[in-house]
């Protein structure tokens, strides 16, 4: 099975000051609408090493209070989604077939499997070399209607490392 886990924003203001020669009895401007800054990203992903087959990353939530799930898949299977609640649902739905293994509900399993807080060291094995992948994140919620992701997804793409050929020679002798 695959595991998924994934993206990072962080949002910076920059200010411009134009400074002109002849320009110091000129008015200033008068101020103009305030622009609504964006939202910061629920997450922040950072991949701190790559391998054939794997990846170590840390997880950094906005919120350190919300509990959140990290997968890795396959960068071209979550693009396959038109949109991201259907690889949401399929996520759920995947972790229920998990769970009835397990002789468990959803609702006893998931909680094992939840995260909270920073994390570091977060490692995803067994995956396809020198393939692209994303480590997804996004925060989950209990409601009426049951378990339901809480923020937008976040993805941290990332390529496994391929097989580097060397031109290497041996001499055997008996």
Do not use: W
């Not at 008068?30 to 840390?58: C, L, N, Y």
């Not at 077939?97 to 994390?119: N, W």
């Not at 995956?127 to 480590?135: G, K």
């Amino acid at each position: 099975m695959k595991k998924l886990v994934s993206l990072f924003a962080t949002i910076m203001a920059l200010v411009a000051v134009a400074c002109g020669g002849d320009d110091v009895d000129k008015p200033a401007p008068k101020p103009g609408p305030v622009e609504p800054s964006e939202p910061s990203a629920p997450f922040v992903v950072d991949i701190t090493a790559t391998t054939r087959g794997s990846v170590t990353f840390s997880v950094t939530p906005s919120d350190p209070t919300v509990d959140y799930l990290c997968v890795v898949y396959e960068k071209e299977e979550v693009d396959s989604y038109r949109k991201d609640e259907y690889f949401v649902d399929d996520i759920f739905a995947k972790l229920e077939l998990v769970a009835q293994k397990e002789g468990k509900l959803l609702g006893e399993y998931l909680p094992s499997v939840m995260l909270y807080g920073d994390t570091e060291g977060n490692k995803a094995t067994g995956l396809q070399m020198d393939t692209e992948h994303y480590v997804v994140v996004f925060g989950v919620e209990y409601t009426i209607d049951g378990y339901v992701a809480s923020t937008e997804l976040v993805k941290k793409e990332f390529k496994t490392l391929d097989v580097v050929m060397s031109d290497a020679t041996f001499d055997v002798s008996t």
